[in-house]
């Protein structure tokens, strides 16, 4: 079974900074596209911030201009800079890869983000 494996979480004050990491097996990276998730308690699960295999990024309204999200294809890497932090950045934040050929989706099993005020 693939696994992402998510590392980075923990809590913070608001206005602090999280960075989240996600490792890839290098055979799904290379053909993925890698995306950011975020489930809070009692919400549905929300796309944070995605970036393409070439670097092209995306983010929702609610974190542009504090998180950036960037890649590594040497090291079959994601990550998540998260910065001015807010209450309502807490939550699960889950890593995905999408293979760009099939579009199958992969997951991590999630790391938890608590920003307190």
């Known amino acids: 079974q693939v696994q992402l494996v998510e590392s980075g979480g923990g809590l913070v004050q608001a206005g602090g900074s999280l960075r989240l990491s996600c490792a890839a097996p290098?055979?799904?990276?290379?053909?993925?596209?890698m995306g950011w998730y975020r489930q809070a308690p009692g919400k549905q699960r929300e796309l944070v911030a995605s970036i393409t295999h070439s670097g092209s990024a995306n983010y929702a309204d609610s974190v542009k201009d504090r998180f950036t999200i960037s890649r590594d294809n040497a090291k079959n890497t994601v990550n998540l800079q998260m910065n001015s932090l807010k209450p309502e950045d807490t939550a699960v934040y889950y890593c995905n890869a999408r293979n760009y050929y099939t579009l199958r989706n992969y997951w991590g099993k999630g790391t938890l983000v608590t920003v307190s005020s």
């Open positions: 290098v055979g799904i990276f290379s053909v993925s596209d």
